[in-house]
T-cell receptor, first 109, second 114 residues
């Protein structure tokens, strides 16, 4: 039972920033927002996660709204290899990851 | 530090045969999770194991499926008397802790039942 809502697909131009939205209006105070991606035929790959502060790592940035009801994953300079299905997952004190349908991101040259 | 290793990457079985899928977690990880991805569907949790213990098998079919994670060696997902509906990608993940941090996934085993 996915707790998140993502657009089914989006296109992005190579070299431009890709902004992937996610709604999680029922998130609880102790739940984190996680992002994974799955490149075709590969296993899911962890990207980033956060609680309430914005986070940045070598792959992406995560912007969480002040009310924590939505977030945006930013791929700063999309490449063709970033074409994948991106999953936004809300996870609390649990070991399970609940994958929804995700957003299919296609990076075009 | 090698990642999560799954083998075989591809497995073909005839209906009625047994399928054994192996997963070696990352070094230092004692928590293993199995997920299944049916064609054109999302990943679904199957089972969570620690060394020698099944913690949660709520996502695993009651019949024909079993999992183990022995003290020594890889975790095994076993499917007996496979049927065409078992054709899927099976992913294993591991983590150093169960409830904190993120899990690392293997590349999966693609099971095809003919």
């Amino acid at each position: 039972d996915a707790k998140t809502t993502q657009p089914p697909s989006m296109d992005c131009a190579e070299g431009r920033a890709a902004n992937l939205p996610c709604n999680h209006s029922t998130i609880s105070g102790n739940e984190y927002v996680y992002w994974y991606r799955q490149i075709h035929s590969q296993g899911p790959q962890y990207i980033i996660h956060g609680l309430k502060n914005n986070e940045t790592n070598e792959m992406a940035s995560l912007i969480i709204t002040e009310d924590r009801k939505s977030s945006t994953l930013i791929l700063p300079h999309a490449t063709l290899r970033d074409t994948a299905v991106y999953y936004c997952i809300v996870k609390g004190d649990d070991y399970k990851l609940s994958f929804g349908a995700g957003t299919t991101v296609t990076v075009r040259a | 530090n090698a990642g999560v290793m799954q083998n075989p990457r591809h497995l073909v079985r005839r209906r009625g045969q047994e399928a054994r899928l192996r997963c070696s977690p990352m070094k230092g990880h004692s928590h293993v999770y199995w997920y299944r991805q049916l064609p054109e569907e999302g990943l679904k949790f199957m089972v969570y194991l620690q060394k020698e213990n099944i913690i949660d098998e709520s996502g695993m079919p009651k019949e024909r499926f079993s999992a183990e994670f022995p003290k020594e060696g890889p975790s095994i997902l076993r499917i007996q008397q496979v049927v065409r509906g078992d054709s899927a990608a099976y992913f294993c993940a591991s983590s150093p802790q169960a409830r904190q941090g993120h899990a690392f996934f293997g590349q999966g085993t693609r099971l095809t039942v003919v």
